[in-house]
């Protein structure tokens, strides 16, 4: 059986959670190579080279938004930096035909993204599962089947096994891996992807 952390710890462990990337974002498009995602973020494929995540334009040497993405299981894949348009905003774009997905989490901004064909069908509080909005508010209640969002009390002694932003984080990434039919895992993080300019012309 899966630790309840562990899809949040492996990104971790990659410092997707530092400073320096306020923490992490990831974007996920249906049916469509990473050259097409990036065009559909404002993106200029043109500015693509091909790298491993430890080689990444870090944000400080290219200031403003990124996108390292491949593709997994027939979908994009993207880890992206800097990019301060709300999901509700550019995943109509990106999901114009297909599906998308977005999971963005840092600094006390957890928040998943669903859209369908340019709406957003669902938006839901990572932490606090409650707070929902989108067309269709419980549309992958479904999918999220034995995954825990609803934080516990720190402070209660009595809960053997609480729910921590930790359990919660990586219960959003086990929905996105149901979602896609592939959670993200080490052998993606450690392959080579392409990584581009966001910063539109």
């Known amino acids: ?33 990473a050259n097409e995602l990036c065009r559909r973020l404002g993106g200029d494929p043109a500015s693509a080279f091909r790298c491993d995540i430890d080689n990444l334009a870090r944000p400080e040497a290219e200031p403003g938004p990124g996108m390292w993405a491949g593709t997994a299981n027939g979908w994009a894949q993207a880890l992206v930096f800097n990019l301060y348009t709300s999901p509700k905003s550019f995943l109509q774009e990106v999901s114009r035909g297909t599906r998308a997905l977005s ?78 039919g592939r959670e993200i895992d080490a052998k993606w993080l450690n392959a080579v992807h392409s990584n581009y300019s966001l910063k539109q012309s």
């Open 1 to 33: 059986m899966p630790h309840p952390t562990d899809l949040y710890d492996l990104l971790v462990s990659f410092d997707l959670d530092s400073e320096e990337y306020s923490g992490f974002h990831l974007v996920w498009a249906e049916g469509m190579g």
């Open 103 to 180: 999971i963005k989490c840092g600094y006390e901004n957890h928040l998943l993204h669903w859209a369908v064909d340019g709406t957003i069908v669902t938006i839901l509080a990572i932490a606090w599962p409650s707070e929902r909005g989108g067309v269709d508010p419980h549309a992958l209640d479904a999918l999220m089947e034995g995954l825990a969002f609803q934080l516990d009390n720190p402070d209660d002694d009595g809960i053997e096994n609480p729910v921590t932003i930790e359990v919660s984080v990586t219960s959003a990434l086990r929905l996105a891996g149901r979602i896609t």
